[in-house]
């Protein structure tokens, strides 16, 4: 087993990695579950991994209620908050309480947050079962529900105690959401990691077939990248978790575009974010055009987008500029953006002019017709 420490001061936790670790979860748990009981919440989709974990956790002599909500990004809303804490407090979950997580990023989010505010703030553990939650989301304690206005804008800060991941859970998962997933390995090269990222150049495909040893190198790397950051920077003030947001503000306004629908996932608007951050950096003169052609080559090889119009949007630079300037990211008028100078030398650069993006984006699509 691979233990990965989150080193956060009195939030501290460990990230346990294993192949079979769902069905060992009880162990785990055990020390954690106040009067032999637990409450797990999870989506329809996850009902055989539920299975699992339930057997494992009477199993140590625990009994467990399980909350099943409906799959999808919809989840992350208001109306699913106030039943979800509403049932927690029917449940009689107290402060001292875990309230796992079951599920990919839509019910860590969820789940977090309603751990956030219940009585103030209760624990919760992570047990991850989608690559991207596995890689990114279970770990660094961001939590939200979405608003009208916008995905993400209504959360808190809320560590989990103990992330629980399983990469054989990956078995059941779609090959799609799977390959989106990758989007987020591939970033953590990308940002400071040239080795890695050839490691995804060499592996990536078998990775994406299913490998159990690539898979689970993939995940303990990301993961210890992603630990190694948010201990530097937990709550996003100096800069250097900002530098997990790669790809990110290309890509959100690629998936404004889409209407944040399943007609792009999250991990391909960032791999397709990704290549246009590094087309851009190379057309600025930043970085060097054989490293951009690199990682626009790796996605396409393993089937991720790597422009505008392989992610299926059809849409003018200044549309998505116009979607950017909604970005959360949004710092007295001005927004930072995620360049490189190469591939694993990604900074934040504050003096993007985005009347260059949009021509950098029209360009694109001109080229691409
Ligand atoms: N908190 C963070 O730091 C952070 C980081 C990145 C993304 N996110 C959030 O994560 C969410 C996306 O996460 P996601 O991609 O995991 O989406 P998701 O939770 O919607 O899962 C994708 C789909 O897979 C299904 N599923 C989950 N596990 C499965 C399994 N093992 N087998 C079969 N089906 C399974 C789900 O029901 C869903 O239909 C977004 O809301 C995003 O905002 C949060
Ligand atoms: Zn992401």
């Known amino acids: 087993m691979t233990r990965i420490p989150v080193a956060l001061g009195a939030r501290s936790y ?3 990695i294993e192949a079979g670790l769902l069905s060992r979860a009880g162990d785990h748990l055990a020390p954690l579950a106040r009067g032999r009981r637990m409450t797990i919440v999870t989506d329809e989709n996850v009902r055989p991994h539920l299975a699992t974990l339930q057997a494992s956790l009477a199993a140590t002599g625990i009994d467990s209620e399980a909350i099943v909500l409906p799959p999808g990004e919809g989840t992350k809303s208001w109306r699913q908050l106030e039943a979800l804490t509403d049932r927690l407090l029917d449940l009689g979950v107290e402060r001292g309480d875990h ?3 079951l599920g990919g990023g839509v019910i860590g989010d969820l789940v977090g947050f309603a751990c956030a505010i219940l009585k103030r703030g ?7 079962t989608t690559l991207l939650a596995q890689v990114d989301s279970s770990v660094g304690g961001k939590t939200a529900i979405n608003a009208r206005a916008g995905k993400n804008l209504i959360g808190a800060f809320h560590q989990p105690s103990l992330v629980l ?5 990956l078995d059941t998962l779609p090959a799609r959401q799977v390959r989106a997933g990758y989007a987020e390995v591939v970033k953590y090269g990308l940002i400071d990691d040239p080795d890695f990222f050839a490691w995804c150049e060499a592996n990536g495909a078998k990775l994406l077939a299913g490998d159990a040893a690539a898979r689970e190198y993939a995940i303990a790397h990301s993961v210890a990248a992603k630990a190694r950051i948010v201990a530097a920077d937990e709550r996003e003030t100096t800069g250097i978790r900002a530098l997990l947001n790669l790809g990110h503000t290309f890509g959100h306004a690629l998936e404004a575009e889409a209407g944040f629908s399943d007609r792009l996932l999250h991990g391909e608007a960032v791999a397709a974010g990704m290549a246009l951050a590094f087309a851009y950096s190379a057309e600025q003169g930043i970085a060097p055009t054989t490293d951009a052609e690199r990682v626009a080559r790796h996605l396409r090889a393993v089937g991720l987008p790597d422009s505008v119009r392989a992610a ?10 116009a979607h950017m300037l909604h970005d959360k990211k949004m710092d007295a008028g001005t927004l930072p953006f ?6 694993g030398r990604t900074y934040l650069d504050r003096a993007v002019d985005l009347g260059s993006v949009g021509a950098f984006l029209d360009a694109g699509m001109a080229r691409a017709a």
């Open 14 to 16: 460990d990230v346990a």
């Open 99 to 101: 309230v796992v997580a």
């Open 122 to 128: 209760c624990h919760f553990i992570q047990v991850p």
């Open 165 to 169: 991941i399983d990469p054989d859970t």
């Open 312 to 321: 299926g949007i059809e849409a003018s630079g200044a549309a998505l500029v």
């Open 338 to 343: 995620l360049l490189a100078r190469g591939i």
